[in-house]
C-alpha cells in the first residue's frame, strides 16, 4: 500500500461542529477532499445547509446540515441520531464549536464564564460521549477535539483566563478519554492551533500587528485552509497508532 492511501477516507462518514463557517468549514472541505461524507453543523440550520450543499457541489461527496448547539445534550443526541438515521454510522468526529470573549479575570461576568465553558469544554465532552457512544459499538472511530495553543500558553495583551482554561481542560478530556476507550477501537486526539485568520479573531487588526505577529516565530498568522491536512490525519489510518496526543500547529508560538 501507498503512504498516501493511509490518508485516504473513501466511504466514511465525519461530523464536524461548528463547520458554517473558520476551522470548521475549512476541515469540514478537506475531510471532504480527502473522500469522506461531511455533516456540517451550527447553531443556525440555514447557514449549515448552505456550506453542506456548497461542498456537495464542490467535492461530489454526500453532505448533511444539521442544527445542534453542542452545549445542549438533548440537540448532541437528536444530531446523532439524525447522522445514524442518514448514513447508518459515524467514523470521525472533530469536536471543533468553540467562543471566546475577552475580559480581566476580576470582571468576567459568572454567565460569560458558564457560557464559555458550556461550549467549549461541555460541548466538547457532550459531542465526544455521545460521538463514542456510536463508534464504541461500532467498534472504530476517530475523534479530535479543538484545544489551543491557549491550553499551553498564556496569550498576550488579551485577558483571557476563561478561554485558556477551558482550552486546557479540552487536552485533559482528550488524553482521560482516550485511555478509556484506546482498547476498544476508538481514538482521541486534540489540535492546538496558533493565532488563524477567522472572523473569530478578525475583531483584533491592531493586536494582530503589535503584539501577535511579532510574537510568532514563523512571522505571520495562519491561513484557515492550513489545518486542512492536519484534521486529514488525525481523522485517517495515517494516525492509526496515535491516541491521546495533541497536534500543535501554531507557527512556533508557544516556542518562545
Ligand atoms: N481562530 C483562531 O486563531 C483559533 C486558534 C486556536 C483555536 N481556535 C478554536 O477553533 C475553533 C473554531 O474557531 P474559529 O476561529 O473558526 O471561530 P469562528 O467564530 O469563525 O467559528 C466558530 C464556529 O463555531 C460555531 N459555534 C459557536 N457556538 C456554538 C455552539 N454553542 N454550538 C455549535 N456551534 C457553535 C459558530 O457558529 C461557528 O461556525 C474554536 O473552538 C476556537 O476556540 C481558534
Known amino acids: 500500500m ?18 458554517t463557517r473558520g ?6 472541505i478537506a475531510l471532504a477532499q480527502a473522500g469522506a461524507n461531511v ?7 440555514k447557514d449549515a445547509q448552505t456550506v453542506a450543499s456548497e461542498i456537495a457541489d464542490s467535492t461530489g461527496r454526500k453532505t448533511l446540515g444539521l442544527q445542534c448547539d453542542v ?4 440537540q448532541v443526541n437528536a444530531m446523532m441520531d439524525e447522522i445514524i438515521e442518514t448514513f447508518g454510522k459515524l467514523d470521525i468526529a472533530f469536536n471543533n464549536a468553540g467562543i471566546a470573549t475577552v475580559a480581566n479575570a476580576e470582571d468576567i461576568p459568572e454567565e460569560d464564564y458558564d457560557n464559555l465553558m458550556a461550549v467549549n469544554l461541555k460541548g466538547v465532552f457532550l459531542c465526544t460521549q455521545a460521538a463514542g457512544r456510536i463508534m464504541l459499538r461500532q467498534g472504530s472511530g476517530s475523534i479530535i477535539n479543538m484545544a489551543s495553543m491557549s491550553s499551553h500558553i498564556v496569550n498576550v495583551p488579551q485577558n483571557i483566563a476563561h478561554y485558556a482554561a477551558s482550552k486546557a481542560g479540552v487536552l485533559q478530556l482528550t488524553k482521560a478519554i482516550a485511555a478509556e476507550w484506546a482498547p476498544r477501537g476508538v481514538r482521541v486526539n486534540a489540535i492546538s492551533p496558533g493565532y488563524h485568520n477567522t472572523e473569530m479573531v478578525a475583531g483584533f487588526k491592531e493586536l494582530q500587528e503589535q503584539w501577535w505577529v511579532p510574537r510568532i516565530p514563523m512571522g505571520r498568522m495562519a491561513q484557515p485552509v492550513e489545518i486542512g491536512p492536519a484534521i486529514v490525519f488525525l481523522a485517517s489510518d495515517a494516525s492509526s497508532y496515535m491516541t491521546g496526543g495533541e497536534l500543535v500547529t501554531d507557527g512556533g508560538y508557544s516556542l518562545w
Open 23 to 28: 476551522l470548521g468549514k475549512a476541515s469540514a
Open 71 to 74: 452545549s445542549k445534550s438533548e
Open 39 to 45: 455533516v456540517i453543523t451550527g447553531t443556525k440550520l
Open 2 to 19: 501507498n503512504v498516501l492511501d493511509k490518508f485516504k477516507l473513501d466511504g466514511k462518514v465525519a461530523l464536524i461542529t461548528g463547520s
